[in-house]
């Protein structure tokens, strides 16, 4: 995979300044700050407000210096975090200045006047730049000889994050960052003078999906977060740089453990990716490895007894491997998988099942989205850097905010600095999509006059639940020359589709129905032939195991409820001889015959591959674990059917996937389906709409009741004109019913189309899948609970 | 809501005359206390969903200014000037008197809900020290007796006209209207500049005659 730098976006060479900083020239871009050109040439100014990614504020003053221009000096010392350099700038830091030196001693000075001497049990503590400049820059002893302000504390402004007022020392990041960044301002300055403090508005708490990063850029430790408050001491931290495995964005991370457990994940710092900002989930949602119900051992169903009993893994094994050389055999790996793994199971999918029935989408799906991931994801290289020079970007069945987070920032910085176009085609206008100043389309056929050349179609894998739309969006592409990205949700998905772990592609592009790419990968395997036959897709192959005609079936994560057709997984998993490699317990391991304990991500290195087919390397986090990854088990089951895989490890995996290099033969071709009409729902009917939010009943969040608290509450949208056909009001409740089940919820009367109806996907009170059995598009009851 | 439909029209016609609609924050909490006496939660909420801001902003800004109060004020509130000039005038002096005369402390309001006290800072009104403000009208050049007589006939529904501006003293909810940027007819009345701040003028228009011609 190689990720090519937008050649179009090359940067016009920016007009340099010289100016001398404590004796040297330095030459900056034009309209580089005081405090960055210091930075160049390895000049520390001390620093609270400043951040370079948020705008100037000048809100500490501790980085104050002598400014001369024109050699005229300012009469006292400035803020070099809010002054430009300009040509022929004589600027005296604290390093040349005594006058300098003494303006931040002094600041220093004030700023720990109301400072509370928490440090010993301040989460900050050994990590704090107050901490660390009040030792460079301030003096050993106070001349304050007053009471210290003190305040309650702490206060909770949200359930995740916790303010402690006395210890704040009004830089406003934290304000500014949810502002200019996240676009959600619920904490702002309150009161004045020394009453001054952060605050929210009593009812709204700080429910933004990206409230940790304030935790992480307080230059203090004002604001902790309560899942991590008081566990740790930074210095007893080891640190490990990881990627994030919860969407397909990719965020780099830190990952922090003490005594082999993660206390912490902070962002990483990674400009092209996720800058140094990560959304909650992505920081918090950790626990599900450590859950309870996390498996330990290998376990076999008994066969009088019928239930699971814990076995010894060569036992396992060998059961495991008597099972699958039985029948006919499938594989569903699922979406969550390093690119190593996923790549092991196709490669066991091919070699020793010797089928192509393998299939990673756990989740609904479409033949016409087959075709397209062949002709249009694999091997595509747009990327973030696309979005930063789009003309426009419109987003298809895609809400980023809840769906990829981090995307949506990287859009709404562009919003925000050059009012980048971006139109959203969807029910109505979600607050993630209203952050982005978005146009609303209801329907992709109505959009006109927003594509040019360099216009963006971001694709979310919703889109499979419409038939005909990925067709209709390689046709506009086609038309106006506009790119397209597909964004799935989960982690996995793209590795998955690169290393073909679908029935249709071979590693790396190759279409299985392509003799020569069948040549060129068995070749590559040393074996003597490839099946040539077209794999079942996910719900082919449960269908058939639901009838019998295939009696095994390998499965990774799959959860049945995520299915669009949840009683025909359930009927497979009954029937056939299921072996499955899980973390936790789940509906699988409950009708599996064999199951395998595996590693989590902290357990195992790896690779993600995010949307772009970014590589998302990671190390592993606990170094002393026992766990074995789903690699190792694959290799395991491939030596005991006598079929060697010759993949020892995750390095082995990647080196063999690196070597086989790219596919310059004949794609897929695109697929082109007509668009269906949606059914036209009577009185007392509506097209259902759904999507997943961020922070819901995902297994992934389980153990983090914190972060759960910050979720958005489920309700049920509807518009006015629907709302009074069934006689509801605004807040009432309002049941939602299929044959199968159904779900009451109170209503928010919405500006979207008539007779339709939205709830959230999986969130509590609305797990549409478990309680409804239909998918996006379905016909669905709506009435008035009363 | 009651707020709501006092007030929507006249928060429309106030930010029309912003070019940004946020621009018209400090009006309409103004506005808000016209009617309610002092910024309520109901007003914060009105305020942020009319201007498009989240209400942490708003509460930002009301809990900010001093102007805006939290707590319900008397009909008459009455500033008392203890900046440096108003507190050597007498300002300290009145500012204790009435605490003692009324029984009730700073930012305090009586019981019969007649008036409240506050001291204040420099109204730019230092040549008529000692200065006190009611509803933000000027009553200049106060002693400690002076003011007592004052809030009493406040507390007696007496008001007197105040020493400059408007020919009556309005209450704090008509003012807080004023304030908004409402036009109560009034504008126009009484003295705008007294004798004490033209004191300079002329003694500058007298020795260099040549800048009073030309004026
Ligand atoms: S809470 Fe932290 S980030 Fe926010 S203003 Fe205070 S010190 Fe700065
Ligand atoms: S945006 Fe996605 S990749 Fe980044 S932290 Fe959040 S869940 Fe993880
Ligand atoms: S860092 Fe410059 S004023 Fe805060
Ligand atoms: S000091 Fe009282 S008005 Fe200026």
Redesign the interface.
Same mark, same amino acid.
């Given at each position: 995979m190689t990720i090519t730098n937008n050649t179009e976006n090359v940067v016009a060479q920016a007009e340099m300044v010289t100016a001398t900083i404590d004796g040297f020239e330095v030459s900056v871009p034009k309209g580089t700050l005081i405090i960055r050109a210091a930075e160049t040439i390895g000049i520390q100014i001390p620093r609270f407000c400043d951040h370079p990614l948020l705008a100037p504020v000048g809100a500490c003053r501790q980085c104050l210096v002598d400014v001369e221009v024109n050699g005229r000096a300012f009469p006292k010392p400035q803020a070099s975090c809010t002054m430009p350099i300009e040509p022929g700038m004589v600027v005296k830091t604290q390093l040349s200045s005594p006058v300098a030196e003494k303006a931040q001693r002094g600041v220093m000075e004030f700023l720990l006047i109301n400072h509370p001497l928490d440090c010993p049990v301040c989460d900050k503590g050994g990590e704090c730049p107050l901490q660390n400049q009040a030792m460079s820059t301030g003096q050993g002893q106070t001349r304050f000889e007053g009471t210290k302000r003190t305040f309650p504390k702490p206060i909770n402004i949200s359930s995740q994050v916790l303010l402690d007022r006395e210890r704040c020392i009004l830089c406003a990041r934290c304000t500014r960052f949810s502002e200019q960044i996240a676009g959600d301002p619920f904490i702002s300055m309150s009161e004045r003078g020394a009453l001054q403090q952060v605050a929210i508005y009593e009812k709204d708490p700080f429910e933004s999906y990206f409230s940790g990063n304030t935790i992480q850029i307080c230059p203090v430790g004002a604001l902790t977060g309560a899942s991590y408050r008081f566990r740790a001491r930074p210095f007893d931290l080891v640190s490990t740089a990881t990627a994030c495995e919860h969407c397909a964005a990719g965020c780099s991370m830190r990952t922090d453990v003490r005594r082999s457990k993660v206390l912490r994940r902070l962002a990483g710092d990674d400009p092209a990716v996720n800058e140094e900002w990560n959304c909650d989930k992505g920081r918090w949602a950790f626990t599900y490895a450590t859950a309870p119900d996390r498996l330990t051992t290998p376990l076999i169903r008994n066969e009088m007894s019928g239930e699971l009993v814990p076995a010894s893994w060569p036992e396992a094994i060998a059961v495991a491997a008597a099972g699958l050389s039985k029948s006919r055999a499938a594989v569903l790996p699922g979406g969550r998988l390093t690119l190593e793994e996923v790549y092991t199971y196709q490669k066991f999918a091919r070699v020793v099942l010797g089928t192509n029935d393998i299939d990673f989408r756990a989740r609904p799906f479409s033949a016409e989205e087959s075709a397209f991931l062949a002709s249009h994801v694999v091997g595509s290289t747009i990327s973030n850097a696309d979005i930063d020079s789009a003309d426009s970007v419109l987003l298809i069945s895609f809400e980023a905010e809840e769906e990829s987070p981090i995307i949506f920032l990287r859009i709404r910085k562009q919003v925000m600095k050059r009012a980048l176009k971006v139109g959203t085609v969807a029910p109505f206008l979600t607050p993630g999509a209203s952050k982005l100043n978005a146009m609303l389309y209801h329907s992709i056929t109505e959009i006109e006059s927003f594509f040019t050349n360099k216009s963006l179609i971001l694709v979310g894998e919703r889109a499979a639940q419409t038939p005909g739309l990925l067709s209709k969006v390689i046709e506009i592409a086609n038309s106006s020359g506009a790119k397209i990205a597909w964004i799935p949700r989960r982690a996995g998905e793209r590795g998955a589709i690169e290393a073909g772990a679908i029935g249709n592609l071979l590693p790396l592009g190759r279409p299985v129905s392509n003799a020569t790419a069948r040549v060129d990968i068995a070749a590559a395997w040393g074996i003597a032939s490839l099946p040539s036959g077209p794999g079942l897709d996910t719900l082919e192959i449960l269908k058939s195991a639901a009838t019998g005609q295939i009696g095994a079936l390998l499965i990774g994560g799959l959860d049945p409820f995520d299915l669009a057709e949840p009683a025909i997984a359930l009927a497979a998993l009954d029937s056939a001889f299921v072996v499955s490699l899980e973390l936790r317990e789940s509906e699988v391991t409950k009708r599996a015959n064999v199951v395998f304990p595996v590693a989590s991500v902290t357990e195992k290195s790896g690779t993600f591959l995010n949307w772009e087919g970014r590589e998302r390397g990671f190390e592993q986090v606990l170094k002393d674990t026992t766990r074995v990854s789903d690699l190792r088990v694959l290799t395991m089951l491939a030596e005991a059917l006598a079929a060697p895989l010759n993949l020892r490890d995750s390095v082995s995996a990647k080196a063999e996937f690196d070597s086989l290099g790219e596919w310059d033969g004949e794609r897929t071709p695109a697929p082109s389906e007509p668009i269906v009409a949606a059914p036209t729902p009577s009185a007392g009917e509506a097209v259902l709409i759904t999507w997943r939010m961020l922070l819901d009943l995902g297994s992934m969040q389980d153990g983090e009741a914190n972060l759960a608290g910050t979720a958005r509450k489920a309700n049920v949208k509807l518009a006015a004109e629907t709302a009074s056909e069934i006689g509801v009001r605004d807040g009432d409740l309002v049941r939602v019913s299929t044959e199968a089940g159904s779900i009451a919820l109170p209503l928010e009367i919405t500006e979207m189309p008539v007779r339709v109806v939205w709830l959230p996907e999986n969130s509590f009170g609305s797990q549409i899948r478990r309680s409804l059995r239909v998918t996006s598009g379905a016909l669905v009851r709506i009435g008035s609970e009363a | 809501m009651l707020l709501k439909e006092a007030t929507s029209d006249q928060m429309d016609e106030i930010i029309a005359r912003y070019p940004r609609s946020r621009s018209a924050i400090m009006p309409l909490l103004h506005l808000v206390q016209s009617i309610e006496g002092f910024v309520t939660?109901q007003g914060? #909420?009105l305020v942020a969903s009319k201007l498009g801001?989240?209400?942490? #902003?708003?509460?930002?800004v009301a809990?900010?200014?001093?102007q805006y109060k939290r707590r319900p004020v008397g009909e008459y509130h009455v500033g008392v000037c203890t900046n440096t000039l108003c507190a050597v005038m007498g300002g300290d002096a009145i500012f204790a008197g009435l605490k003692e005369h009324l029984g009730i402390g700073n930012d305090e309001r009586t019981s019969d809900g007649k008036v409240s006290l506050e001291h204040i800072e420099c109204n730019a009104a230092c040549d008529y020290a000692p200065l006190i403000m009611v509803n933000w009208e000027f009553f200049d050049n106060q002693t400690v007796e002076s003011a007592k007589a004052l809030v009493d006939s406040l507390r007696d529904g007496e008001p007197p006209a105040p020493s400059r501006g408007p020919d009556r003293l309005p209450t704090w909810k008509e003012n807080s209207a004023v304030l908004a940027g409402l036009n109560d007819g009034h504008a126009n009345e009484g003295v705008q500049a007294g004798p004490a701040s033209l004191v300079g003028l002329e003694i500058a228009n007298r020795q260099i005659p040549e800048i009073g011609e030309q004026r």
């Open positions: - | 939660p914060i #909420e801001l989240s209400t942490a #902003e708003v509460s930002g809990t900010f200014y001093t």
